[in-house]
């Protein structure tokens, strides 16, 4: 079972991936189909409800245009609470 550190970093890489979706205006359904992961598992992950692996994360993030190590940054961020809004 994950530590309650993986899982705050992983709800954060999930809360960073949401809002530059919405950022950009693009559905889950575009999404899924740009970077190949089934709509219903970005559903369920938006939802807290699955917690995907860390490829899935790779090709998300890849499908937005945001290389993952910016991801993981500020996600590494929002987690220090140093990110501004």
Known sequence: MPSKDAEAFLLALVEELREER????????????KSGVDRAIISRMERDLRRP???????????????????????ACRLAGKRNR
């Open 22 to 33: 919405t950022k950009q205006g693009v559905s889950q359904d575009s999404l899924a189909t």
């Open 53 to 75: 692996g860390i490829l899935v994360f790779y090709d998300l993030s890849a499908a937005l245009g945001l290389p993952f190590q910016e991801l993981a940054a500020r996600a």
